[in-house]
Protein backbone atom coordinates (compact mmCIF):
# COMPACT_ATOMS: atom_id res chain seq x y z
CA UNK A 1 0.00 0.00 0.00
CA UNK A 2 1.57 3.33 -1.16
CA UNK A 3 -1.37 5.57 1.24
CA UNK A 4 -2.12 6.74 -2.30
CA UNK A 5 -5.88 6.49 -3.45
CA UNK A 6 -7.40 7.13 -6.60
CA UNK A 7 -11.38 7.11 -7.23
CA UNK A 8 -13.43 5.63 -9.08
CA UNK A 9 -11.42 2.43 -10.03
CA UNK A 10 -13.34 1.78 -12.96
CA UNK A 11 -15.53 3.79 -15.05
CA UNK A 12 -17.54 4.14 -18.56
CA UNK A 13 -18.03 7.48 -20.29
CA UNK A 14 -19.92 8.50 -23.31
CA UNK A 15 -17.80 10.63 -26.40
CA UNK A 16 -18.23 13.85 -25.86
CA UNK A 17 -18.89 13.72 -22.05
CA UNK A 18 -16.81 15.08 -19.18
CA UNK A 19 -15.06 13.29 -16.27
CA UNK A 20 -13.48 14.38 -12.94
CA UNK A 21 -10.96 11.51 -11.27
CA UNK A 22 -9.52 12.69 -7.83
CA UNK A 23 -6.75 11.32 -6.10
CA UNK A 24 -5.59 11.28 -2.02
CA UNK A 25 -1.86 11.69 -2.12
CA UNK A 26 0.59 10.36 0.55
CA UNK A 27 0.77 11.62 3.96
CA UNK A 28 3.30 14.38 3.58
CA UNK A 29 3.65 14.80 0.04
CA UNK A 30 3.00 18.05 -1.30
CA UNK A 31 3.58 16.85 -4.85
CA UNK A 32 1.17 15.33 -7.06
CA UNK A 33 1.52 14.04 -10.50
CA UNK A 34 -0.85 12.89 -13.60
CA UNK A 35 -0.33 10.12 -16.12
CA UNK A 36 -2.21 8.65 -18.80
CA UNK A 37 -1.08 5.16 -19.60
CA UNK A 38 -2.60 3.58 -22.76
CA UNK A 39 -2.39 -0.44 -23.25
CA UNK A 40 1.23 -1.77 -23.75
CA UNK A 41 2.78 1.74 -23.31
CA UNK A 42 4.45 3.28 -20.42
CA UNK A 43 2.51 6.58 -18.40
CA UNK A 44 2.93 8.87 -20.46
CA UNK A 45 3.09 12.54 -17.81
CA UNK A 46 -0.03 14.77 -18.23
CA UNK A 47 0.75 17.62 -15.52
CA UNK A 48 2.23 17.67 -11.94
CA UNK A 49 0.98 19.83 -9.23
CA UNK A 50 3.32 21.38 -6.28
CA UNK A 51 1.54 23.27 -3.30
CA UNK A 52 -1.61 24.08 -5.53
CA UNK A 53 0.16 25.14 -8.53
CA UNK A 54 0.44 23.40 -11.42
CA UNK A 55 4.19 23.12 -12.54
CA UNK A 56 4.78 21.38 -15.19
CA UNK A 57 2.83 19.76 -18.35
CA UNK A 58 2.93 17.00 -20.40
CA UNK A 59 1.73 17.35 -24.02
CA UNK A 60 -1.86 17.18 -23.74
CA UNK A 61 -4.14 19.80 -25.24
CA UNK A 62 -5.84 22.14 -22.86
CA UNK A 63 -9.25 19.92 -22.18
CA UNK A 64 -7.39 17.82 -19.76
CA UNK A 65 -6.71 20.42 -16.84
CA UNK A 66 -6.42 19.95 -12.80
CA UNK A 67 -6.27 21.47 -9.75
CA UNK A 68 -5.15 20.72 -6.26
CA UNK A 69 -6.46 21.05 -2.94
CA UNK A 70 -4.80 22.54 0.28
CA UNK A 71 -4.73 18.89 1.71
CA UNK A 72 -2.81 18.33 -1.21
CA UNK A 73 -5.52 16.29 -2.67
CA UNK A 74 -5.71 16.43 -6.23
CA UNK A 75 -8.72 16.36 -9.22
CA UNK A 76 -7.57 15.49 -13.29
CA UNK A 77 -10.70 16.59 -15.24
CA UNK A 78 -11.08 15.71 -19.04
CA UNK A 79 -13.83 17.88 -21.21
CA UNK A 80 -15.00 16.62 -24.69
CA UNK A 81 -13.78 12.83 -24.26
CA UNK A 82 -12.72 11.15 -27.12
CA UNK A 83 -12.45 7.47 -27.53
CA UNK A 84 -8.30 7.69 -27.57
CA UNK A 85 -9.05 8.74 -24.11
CA UNK A 86 -9.89 5.32 -22.76
CA UNK A 87 -6.86 4.56 -20.87
CA UNK A 88 -5.64 3.69 -17.22
CA UNK A 89 -5.26 7.30 -15.64
CA UNK A 90 -2.48 7.44 -12.60
CA UNK A 91 -1.52 9.59 -9.86
CA UNK A 92 1.98 9.74 -8.30
CA UNK A 93 2.51 11.75 -5.13
CA UNK A 94 6.19 12.61 -4.19
CA UNK A 95 7.67 14.79 -2.12
CA UNK A 96 9.36 17.07 -4.91
CA UNK A 97 8.93 16.78 -8.44
CA UNK A 98 11.92 14.71 -9.47
CA UNK A 99 12.23 12.13 -6.33
CA UNK A 100 10.50 9.09 -6.15
CA UNK A 101 7.00 8.79 -6.55
CA UNK A 102 4.25 5.97 -5.35
CA UNK A 103 1.02 5.36 -7.20
CA UNK A 104 -2.03 4.78 -6.31
CA UNK A 105 -4.38 1.92 -8.13
CA UNK A 106 -5.46 4.11 -10.94
CA UNK A 107 -8.28 4.44 -12.55
CA UNK A 108 -9.61 2.63 -15.89
CA UNK A 109 -11.96 5.01 -17.96
CA UNK A 110 -13.35 3.56 -21.12
CA UNK A 111 -15.05 6.19 -23.35
CA UNK A 112 -17.80 4.15 -25.96
CA UNK B 1 14.77 9.27 -30.70
CA UNK B 2 12.65 8.41 -27.32
CA UNK B 3 13.83 10.06 -24.18
CA UNK B 4 13.92 6.86 -22.69
CA UNK B 5 14.14 3.40 -24.31
CA UNK B 6 13.82 -0.06 -23.33
CA UNK B 7 13.75 -3.66 -25.03
CA UNK B 8 9.89 -4.32 -24.90
CA UNK B 9 10.43 -8.24 -24.87
CA UNK B 10 9.20 -10.27 -23.55
CA UNK B 11 12.35 -11.33 -21.80
CA UNK B 12 12.18 -14.94 -21.07
CA UNK B 13 14.08 -16.47 -18.01
CA UNK B 14 14.04 -19.85 -16.75
CA UNK B 15 13.41 -19.70 -12.41
CA UNK B 16 17.06 -19.26 -10.32
CA UNK B 17 18.68 -17.20 -13.27
CA UNK B 18 19.74 -13.94 -13.36
CA UNK B 19 16.99 -11.49 -15.37
CA UNK B 20 19.28 -8.35 -16.94
CA UNK B 21 16.59 -5.70 -18.07
CA UNK B 22 18.18 -2.72 -19.49
CA UNK B 23 17.39 1.09 -20.32
CA UNK B 24 19.05 4.18 -22.15
CA UNK B 25 18.02 7.95 -22.05
CA UNK B 26 18.92 10.77 -24.09
CA UNK B 27 18.96 13.51 -21.69
CA UNK B 28 22.41 13.82 -19.88
CA UNK B 29 21.04 16.03 -17.90
CA UNK B 30 19.24 13.62 -16.44
CA UNK B 31 19.57 13.06 -12.92
CA UNK B 32 17.87 10.74 -10.70
CA UNK B 33 16.67 6.70 -12.09
CA UNK B 34 13.77 4.79 -11.26
CA UNK B 35 12.79 1.38 -11.63
CA UNK B 36 9.03 0.03 -11.47
CA UNK B 37 7.19 -3.06 -11.44
CA UNK B 38 3.79 -3.39 -12.84
CA UNK B 39 2.00 -6.42 -12.80
CA UNK B 40 -1.27 -6.79 -15.73
CA UNK B 41 -4.24 -5.23 -14.86
CA UNK B 42 -2.01 -3.17 -11.90
CA UNK B 43 -0.45 0.01 -11.28
CA UNK B 44 3.34 0.96 -10.97
CA UNK B 45 5.42 -0.35 -7.94
CA UNK B 46 8.38 1.79 -6.97
CA UNK B 47 11.37 -1.17 -6.51
CA UNK B 48 14.48 0.56 -6.90
CA UNK B 49 15.95 3.95 -7.18
CA UNK B 50 19.38 5.12 -8.09
CA UNK B 51 21.18 8.70 -8.26
CA UNK B 52 24.83 7.79 -8.18
CA UNK B 53 26.86 6.43 -10.98
CA UNK B 54 27.99 2.55 -9.93
CA UNK B 55 25.80 -0.64 -8.35
CA UNK B 56 22.89 -0.06 -5.68
CA UNK B 57 21.80 -3.18 -4.00
CA UNK B 58 18.40 -4.14 -2.43
CA UNK B 59 17.73 -7.93 -1.78
CA UNK B 60 17.68 -9.76 -5.26
CA UNK B 61 17.57 -6.39 -6.97
CA UNK B 62 20.20 -4.74 -7.97
CA UNK B 63 20.37 -1.36 -9.74
CA UNK B 64 22.93 -0.05 -11.94
CA UNK B 65 23.87 2.95 -13.51
CA UNK B 66 27.04 4.36 -15.98
CA UNK B 67 25.59 8.45 -16.63
CA UNK B 68 28.32 8.35 -19.04
CA UNK B 69 26.94 5.84 -21.36
CA UNK B 70 23.44 6.93 -20.36
CA UNK B 71 22.60 3.73 -19.43
CA UNK B 72 21.04 1.86 -16.05
CA UNK B 73 20.17 -1.41 -15.85
CA UNK B 74 18.22 -3.48 -12.99
CA UNK B 75 19.62 -7.43 -12.05
CA UNK B 76 16.96 -9.76 -10.30
CA UNK B 77 19.02 -12.14 -8.83
CA UNK B 78 17.17 -15.72 -8.39
CA UNK B 79 14.26 -15.21 -10.80
CA UNK B 80 11.24 -16.75 -9.35
CA UNK B 81 7.98 -16.59 -11.56
CA UNK B 82 6.21 -14.11 -9.20
CA UNK B 83 8.62 -12.05 -10.39
CA UNK B 84 6.82 -11.80 -14.19
CA UNK B 85 6.04 -8.48 -14.63
CA UNK B 86 6.64 -5.52 -16.82
CA UNK B 87 9.33 -3.64 -15.72
CA UNK B 88 9.21 0.08 -16.13
CA UNK B 89 12.43 2.51 -16.32
CA UNK B 90 11.51 6.26 -15.17
CA UNK B 91 14.22 8.98 -15.04
CA UNK B 92 13.73 12.68 -13.50
CA UNK B 93 15.67 15.39 -15.48
CA UNK B 94 15.42 18.88 -13.46
CA UNK B 95 12.44 19.63 -11.45
CA UNK B 96 10.42 17.81 -14.63
CA UNK B 97 8.08 14.77 -13.40
CA UNK B 98 9.39 11.39 -14.10
CA UNK B 99 9.78 10.38 -17.69
CA UNK B 100 8.99 6.59 -18.52
CA UNK B 101 10.11 4.16 -21.13
CA UNK B 102 7.52 1.91 -22.75
CA UNK B 103 8.72 -1.27 -20.32
CA UNK B 104 10.03 -4.88 -20.67
CA UNK B 105 7.93 -7.61 -19.98
CA UNK B 106 9.68 -10.71 -18.10
CA UNK B 107 8.48 -13.97 -18.06
CA UNK B 108 9.87 -16.10 -15.72
CA UNK B 109 9.87 -20.08 -16.68
CA UNK B 110 8.67 -22.25 -13.50
Known amino acids: ETGVTQSPTHLIKTRGQQVTLRCSSQ?????VSWYQQALGQGPQFIFQ???????GRGNFPPRFSGLQFPNYSSELNVNALELDDSALYLC???????????FGQGTRLTVV | QKEVEQNSGPLSVPEGAIASLNCTYS??????FFWYRQYSGKSPELIMF????GDKEDGRFTAQLNKASQYVSLLIRDSQPSDSATYLCAVATGRRALTFGSGTRLQVQP
Open chain 2, 50 to 53: IYSN
Open chain 1, 27 to 31: SGHNT
Open chain 2, 27 to 32: DRGSQS
Open chain 1, 49 to 55: YYREEEN
Open chain 1, 92 to 102: ASSLTENTEAF
